[in-house]
Nanobody
């Protein structure tokens, strides 16, 4: 089994930055694409960014240029650097890892951006 634990959320003013971390533990071999999703109150969970084991990245249009996803396969860790944060970025952020047909989710970390 694989467990994902996110950290790094918090309260920040608009224009500020936060760095989220997601550490995978357990049976971490063969983890494939890892990504970040977010869910704001009253809204559906949405994809934010993803990264392949080789480092190829993809971003949702609303965060491209402001967020940067990265990973260290040896440390089983993926990060989401979030800059120029906006109130609309307020949400619970979840880490997800894919392995074959299985998706593993973390418990989420709250990000709140005040105006």
């Amino acid at each position: 089994q694989v467990q994902l634990v996110e950290s790094g959320g918090g309260l920040v003013q608009a224009g500020g930055s936060l760095r989220l971390s997601c550490v995978a533990s357990g049976s971490t071999s063969d983890l494939e694409v890892m990504g970040w999703f977010r869910q704001a109150p009253g809204k559906q969970r949405e994809w934010v960014a993803s990264i392949s084991p080789g480092g190829r990245t993809n971003y949702q249009d609303s965060v491209r240029g402001r967020f940067t996803i990265s990973r260290d396969n040896a440390r089983n860790t993926v990060w989401l650097q979030m800059d120029s944060l906006k109130p609309d970025d307020t949400a619970v952020y979840f880490c997800k890892a894919d392995r074959g047909r299985t998706s593993i989710w973390g418990q989420g970390t709250q990000v709140t951006v005040s105006s």
